[in-house]
């Protein structure tokens, strides 16, 4: 028997740079495949959880933690089609991705150079009524508000959120970037930049970067996609 046959946890951990601890959770995950047990109880892994473990941890990379453990886990549950098509769907995820970027930047661009438009109702809007206009949950106006992205005003003796045309257009332009899996740490300097200058600079560049990152993901998906096909060839 080789030493790639008889692998302790802490081999495979050195191997894949994980810790042993990790080891021991990926198999009882379902991430690596049941490994053999000595007359003491102790973990045996051979070669094929170590090709497990670093197609895992390419999968990791581009599909996030959680769909390439249920890729893994469907492997090894002996349905391959249903793992391969866990891979298609998150490749289509990204795809729809990218396609919402593409159709949401000249609408982007579009909101960023108008000047507020007046409210449908003389006065400023409470909060139930922005989110019925822009067709979201009131608590995504808050969670705004808690990031630091809106600023409405405040009834006298109520309390109540008043938002007036420039919180409205802000927080059209927020549902937008949001629409467009943009984090919020990107969109604050883009409402800060139009505040403060007028300047839609900002939004170019979170367009950029956001481009930037899908095709990073997408290279990162495709070495992960070829870690699995290794994997699944070499008999898993």
């Known amino acids: 028997m080789s030493r790639a046959d008889h692998l ?17 959770n990926y198999e009882d995950a379902g991430i690596l495949p049941p490994a053999t047990r000595t007359a003491s109880g102790y973990r045996t892994f051979t070669d094929v959880h170590r090709r497990a473990l670093l197609a895992y941890r390419a999968l990791v990379k581009g599909y996030g933690p959680t769909a390439a453990a249920h890729i893994m886990r469907t492997v090894h549950a002996g349905d391959v089609p ?33 000047e507020p438009q007046p409210l449908p109702v003389p006065g400023a809007l409470r909060v139930g009524e922005v989110a019925a206009l822009l067709g979201v949950r009131p608590s995504a106006l808050r969670v705004w508000e808690a990031a630091g992205l809106l600023t409405p005003g405040r009834e006298r003796g109520t309390r109540y959120r008043t938002y007036g045309p420039a919180d409205v257009r802000d927080a059209r332009l927020i549902r937008t970037l949001r629409r467009g899996h943009y984090p919020l740490d990107q969109i604050r300097p883009v409402l800060e930049g139009l505040r403060r200058e007028g300047s839609s600079e900002a939004l170019r560049a979170a367009i950029t970067a956001r481009g930037e990152a899908l095709a990073e993901r997408t290279r990162a998906m495709l070495e992960g996609a070829g870690a699995l096909h290794a994997y699944l060839t070499a008999g898993a």
């Not at 951990?13 to 080891?23: M, P």
Request: aromatic share 0%; proline share 2%; glycine share 6%.
């Open 82 to 114: 249903g793992a391969l098509a866990l891979v298609d769907a998150t490749h289509a995820a990204l795809h729809t991705e990218r396609t919402d970027l593409g159709a949401a930047t000249a609408a982007l661009e579009a909101l960023a150079r108008a």
């Open 8 to 24: 302790r946890p802490v081999d495979l951990a050195r191997l894949a740079g994980v810790s042993t601890q990790q080891v021991r």
